[in-house]
């Protein structure tokens, strides 16, 4: 039977196998900051492209955007990050551990609390909390912290190599924003109707005042966002969609259904755009409750077109305040909105509305852990340990290893032939060293599907040993079909 995972043989895998390294790793790592090695590299692209498959190219209503990370400092201003995108946070008197306020237990309570992701702060108004009761996570000193202040979660950055036009950006701490202020570009140059999606993919960082569980919650981490654009009214009905699609996208991409859940938001959870929010969860074998937040989706209403819009009314003022952010306070839109430059004029009915997003918010490295946490697996094996990543086949690094059985006889010819036909094809892999049986277990190591091996018996009737990784069962087929079935069983 297969054992329990600890995180701790997932990242020892990882390193090993080249997965995932630390950042910096030759000079002692730079914390949560991490590489993804050749194997890693493929798979987190097979995710994303997974991603981009179920999200763009099979849907007819949905476009695709690459936005730059730095924009321009009013983009943060009128969506809100600016003024509340910071956690709460203590130190504590006795070790200097810095910790967010909402992950502090009771003092009679263990471990964190570190269920939710951001709360949104008002950065300039002073924070009132009673902290006596609560315990240090780092040390266990009950009571013993400063007065909660704000900590600002974007990261920034000087962009300009002259004194007199530096300014300060933000590199972005969400892919959503970059969708909202390409709206109007997008819908008239790509001439599409509402409902509609634009879907992004990229990097986004934050200052995580507690980072976590490898890559997991980390400062630099890449998104894959959707922002569905909707007829207010038809919100719900989006949003329900929506919500089924994300959570049917993990379970067909093979994660089990009894390590997925939804977990709903509370109303004082809430971001300061949403009307609603549900979390996608999944059962990490890490932190104090096991189930975490894998992708939110979110009913973001009107509010980040509506504050565009008052952030373009208000640039006059960024020019008067030298692009002092905390000196502009956003104009208040006029009665019209709904004829604003980011309104949607619908010439059917001859409505006027600015549409409604539904978001669907997936991690793409969180998404990689998951589907490495999900896939992993060990089970004995004729007296031995056998550890196998049991990848869907769409997401598996390598899809097929060709070995020839030894490397004498003429087979590592006839192997490299097979290979070289195969790998404009698929990801594939030759490897002709050590033991045969060795060679398998790499490659279940891998989550590499097939391992097809030439032997003396090719010589004699051309065909091949196909051996399956989750069976291990082995089979011969011609050689001259591997390539017809690899693409039925991978279903590429
Ligand atoms: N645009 C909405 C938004 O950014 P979020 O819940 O803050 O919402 C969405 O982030 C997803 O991005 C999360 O569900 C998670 O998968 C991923 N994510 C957020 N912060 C992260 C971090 N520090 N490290 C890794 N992934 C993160």
């Not at 039977?1 to 950042?23: E, H, N, P, W």
């Not at 932190?287 to 009913?299: F, V």
């Not at 040993?465 to 991978?490: C, G, H, W, Y």
Request: hydrophobic share 35%; with cysteine; glycine share 6%.
């Amino acid at each position: 039977m297969a054992k329990l995972t600890r995180l701790d043989d997932i990242v020892s895998l990882c390193k090993r196998r080249g997965f995932i390294y630390q950042s910096s790793d030759i000079y002692g790592g730079l914390a949560s900051c991490y590489d993804y090695g050749p194997l890693g590299v493929e798979l987190k692209r097979n995710v994303r492209n997974a991603w981009w498959k179920a999200v763009v190219q099979m849907r007819d209503d949905v476009l695709g955007l690459d936005c730059s990370i730095l924009m321009h400092p009013m983009v943060w201003k009128a969506s809100g990050h600016a003024d509340k995108f910071a956690d709460l946070v203590t130190l504590c008197k006795k070790c200097n551990t810095r910790t967010r306020v909402d992950h502090l237990a009771d003092g009679e309570q263990t471990g964190a609390q570190e269920h939710t992701e951001h709360i949104d702060i008002d950065i300039a108004a002073g924070q009132q909390h009673d902290l006596s009761g609560k315990k240090c996570p780092a040390c266990g000193a009950v009571g013993q912290f400063s007065k909660p202040m704000a900590f600002r979660l974007m990261f920034e950055t000087q962009m300009g190599a002259n004194v007199d036009d530096t300014m300060t950006l933000f590199l972005r701490p969400e892919t959503a924003q970059g969708i909202f202020v390409n709206f109007r570009n997008v819908l008239d140059s790509a001439r599409v109707k509402v409902p509609f999606g634009i879907a992004q993919i990229g990097k986004s960082f934050r200052n995580e005042v507690t980072t976590k569980a490898f890559i997991f919650r980390t400062r630099e981490f890449e998104q894959a966002e959707l922002e569905f654009f909707c007829k207010p009214g038809t919100d719900e009905d989006w949003y329900a969609h929506w919500k089924q699609q994300r959570f049917d996208w993990y379970l067909n991409l093979g994660i089990r259904k009894d390590n997925l859940r939804f977990r709903d938001h509370d109303p004082d959870e809430l971001a300061h755009y949403a009307k609603a929010c549900v979390d996608v969860e999944y059962k990490f074998p890490f932190g104090s409750g096991d189930w975490q937040e894998l992708e939110g989706i979110a009913n973001r209403t009107d509010y980040d077109l509506r504050q565009h819009q008052r952030g373009m009314r208000t640039m006059n003022d960024w020019f008067e305040q030298k692009g002092d952010l905390s000196k502009i306070a956003l104009k208040d839109e006029d009665d019209n909105y709904i004829k604003g430059p980011l309104a949607y004029f619908e010439e059917q009915t001859r409505d006027r509305y600015v549409p409604y997003v539904i978001e669907p918010s997936a991690g793409v490295d969180r998404s990689t852990l998951a589907f490495l946490v999900d896939a992993y697996d060990e089970e004995e094996v004729k007296g031995e340990m056998r550890n196998v990543l049991r990848f869907h086949p769409h997401l598996a690094p390598i899809k097929a290893a060709v070995f020839p059985l030894v490397k004498k006889d003429g087979l590592p010819e006839i192997a490299m032939n097979l290979y070289n036909g195969l790998k404009g094809h698929f990801n594939c892999f030759y490897d002709e060293k050590g033991a045969v049986g060795r060679r398998y277990r790499r490659q279940d190591e891998a989550g590499t599907p097939f391992c097809l091996t030439i032997d003396g018996q090719t010589k004699e009737d051309n065909t091949v040993t196909v051996r399956d990784r989750d069976s291990m069962a082995q089979s011969r087929i011609p050689l001259d079909q591997v390539k017809n079935f690899l693409r039925e069983k991978l279903d590429l």
